[in-house]
């Protein structure tokens, strides 16, 4: 398949479907934008003409049944992403999945069976995993530069929390927030997490406490290498989107800074000034959400293993679940021998 | 014109000219590439099906009798430009031009006159002020936040020096390299050159003296308002493409660094490390790129002023003229009364 | 007592207490190095030649009987701290004294109960409080710039461990190095800590493992005003001292970052390189610990409260504990509210 | 003589001498400070008292006289310099010697011989040299981790212009502040200067230019190797005092920035911010100062050349006035071969 293009469906005009539908239309070579489908039909149809996408679609089982289509991309809304990776699978397509993959274990597992079935791909879209700086982090410490991995430290904050309506059937911060950072804790080191210890408060909007949830919350994460996790979430941060980590071994550290939208400096009477962050995770993982794609449509092309495996989205759901249970009866939380399999 | 797509013609599709088709084709809102030349038809042909443009010439008279086409950004090699500003405003077309309009002041003023009887726009395309640090510094000077201007600093080094063919008919570092800093010192005071002192070797490689060029020198401004700027320009810096500048005045200075490619931060028993600058003026420019022809395209649409007129293009190679005539006598350099236009 | 010199006796010439004696010879304003004395005569006559101290002495009652000295820096092994702290009380002797005050919470009680009663002044030598970089990030908490804390990290790493035979007398980690973490968690922060969890290991030398203590740990406390805080240790960073902070809040950050030995930046074809961290606690606090000794005289002079009491000495020691506690039954551990007394 | 403490008195105890007296007194290995000299007796006094030191004279005659003495550290006014040189040579006491030697050629010539003469040492006060961070330049700048150097860039601006008063008897910006730049020229790079051209104007205070002098200049230096160098002034940064240098060769860069007195960083709302410059040279250079003398007394106990010779205090006048005489003419000034020696 390596000299046609691999040609992509996108399953939800939304927010993060227009990204992806940008990015296979005019970023990622070796693909194209063969379809758009959203229940919005007029979503859909916007899309559609900004790309010139042939096909048009208010019902994605159309789209399904295409045998033009080789891929999909699903970007509908969360609690729709199990069945379409069943159903996709069931049609033979390859398929990148926005995250989470579901709430629950065993639907998780379900789908994964069917992809497995299938002998499709399926890339889960843990977009940071390749920004820039992560990626190169990762890469230090899998050459070996870091040493051994002794402590990770990872801050997480947004710039301002999502509407309650959609904290509520989010699955609150650690599956919809910190997931990325459970699985960044995951991919920096190559290792499993064995034991979770949460503990967090709604410091930003007291009313999420009646919903069981939190805002602000720290996680300490104990690696099967022997390595320790702290990740610190909020969902406020007035200075912008901050995301950074760090990776301490017994040969160094490297550490993940936020990038900043120029690089100017001012000197005046009160001191040196810089740029604010970026308060946008769009502007922030730009070049991840590009380069994510296009490790989706080099794995298809080249019959590669997807770079983040279905096994990656269990494991990260897994840790979430495992956080609420420990902030839940305030102790740590050990994962289950059987939930620990080998990071790919 | 607002609601209507602006129909582009790139002219040149070498590597200049694709950046420019990419950009028009993907990322500029209100424009459509319309059209690629190049006497080389391949490489139109190589473009125009990347980007499914409708019309491919090698001949780009072809494309100026085109009623269809409103606007031309000419990025074919430097000794064309100023006869197609006057092919093309004689065609009625909206010109963008990559600099420089002519090593010749007499041969920029006839094209300049050209322009202003066919009442067409003209941008040249001097990109860097259009990047986000360049621009920001700007944005500071002209509020007022660094007060009254008294010395600017200008640092541009390239990691590389072009072939000795190309310097040979480049008019020479000052009109090939230094003219975009002439052009910065202009943009970021608002003020006009009024004495030049140059001076330079050829540390890089000698046989450039040959040539009667330099590839390190360094480069002297008396600015209208009484400011100071120096200009260093080296053609080779192993480290990467480094490109600063620094505005200091009565309340205080606003420095432009350099971007880096990550922001990763590396500790070893060595000491702390960070990225490499970036390599390529294409990967350090993109955005600069993208946003310079957005700016073309909001102004003929919207009926304003260049950003970037014929005159500051005009303004620029004078400087450089200037520079190469003070490194020949070695000593400053006034510029003529009647050589000091205002800064659009 | 203002206008004269306040006549200091250090007691105990070894590292920290050649420090303190030059600095009260040479640096601090106020004061007169009057005494010294250690178990070893030799230390402390080499002491007093350098700074021609009139007074020398093995036995330290002698200078306590001594009506010209009117205080004491108690820099002697820890284990004779809270004897020396009643013996210095009953004296009448102003007191200064290095951390711990004692390993055992009604040691601590007993010394601090017989300073109370002979009212003197007696200021705990938590060095880092006076850390240039410390003590602005405290001036902005305390002046509502970070707004209300929401999360504090703190890391603090050593550049290689102590002795064995060091660490067997010490207390563990949390009792000889966390300590300085926990104080400087309720100190940026004014908060006391109501709960603690800890977790740890022994990664860079198993051999601690058989003393009971670890080398690398990581603590999460909770604080009374709702704040969560984070720390992390290890007892070696092969790129030098690392001792950092970060608050945050509803109003922003604020960082303590680690000083440079020097300001240079080498850019080469392998990328950016800034100088190694500081390798020496004594370099890396060398104007905290003049500025702790100042703020002992000045407290003293005019008759003000020390800046760090014997309550904050007494309260790092309690959470000390109750991190050992913690990392032993692998839960959090809640201080008694007895132990929450305000942070002066 | 490596056994004994070199006795040292300072002469003249302003400013700059009681700087010297307590680094003497209380930082320097290996000497005392003998006696302390003032036209001014309870200067001397001050001083003396501070320290305990033994003489305390009004005429510096006394001191001259006295064989316990074996070096002098001249801080009194310039004017007085040159004088003392030769006096204290003639009395075959070491000198240290602050910066100017004198404003004119001939009377430095003539203090030198006397210095050559009597075999004693002579070190100029060119305390930038001692900086940790221009120190670790000019080190990898010798040990050609920068290549051959092809640009050097040094920026010098105060906080705040002096009194007029203290102008008119400075010999102007080049001879009181410059001169500093331009022996950091030649300590850099280890090359000469053989050309100098300069451009100013009195934009901070237009009352300069009656004097003859200006405020804001830019002087640009060639070098025996080949080498161009820039240097800004300014009398007036209002964000501090700011000293930095930056030297470019064919293996890379190496910048000197600015300290900061303080390592945090404070993002809020409006961007990220760290501590304002120091603004006062005595902060700045305060282990300068210190590492100066510790040189010079060691060069006289270990007999040794002085690390900044009376030939470097030369040049940089020479320097200095050749760029007063290209001000005036408006054009680069050749220096005299004659004036070209070596680099000690």
Redo the contacts between chains.
Sequence with gaps: MSNQLVSIAVIGAGRIGRIHAENI???ISGARLAAVADVNLNSAREVGARF?VPIIASDCRNILRDPSIQAVAICSSSETHAQLIEDASAAGKHIFCEKPIDLKIERIEKALAAVQKAGVKLQIGFNRRFD??FA??RE?VASG?VG?V??V?I?S?DPAPPPLEYVKQSGGIFLDMAIHDFDMARFLTGSEVVEI?A???A??DPNLERLGDVD???T?L?LQN???V?I?N?R?????Y?QRAEV?G????????????????????????????QTFFIDRYQEAYRAEMQSFVDCVRFDRPPAVSGMDGLMATTIGLAAGSSIAV???VTLNPSELRGVT
């Design positions: 239309a005019t970023r010139q820039p700086t190169r982090a230090f530069r051994e002794h402590l430290r801050t904050r210890f503990t967090g408060a410091l930003v602000t919350c720290v300490t104990r022997g390595a320790m702290m610190d909020s406020r941060a007035v200075y912008g901050d301490f017994t040969r160094g550290m490297i550490e993940v800074g936020n990038p900043v939208p120029d690089a100017h400096r001012h000197c005046d009477e009160t001191g040196t000034h810089s740029a604010k962050l305030n102790r740590p």
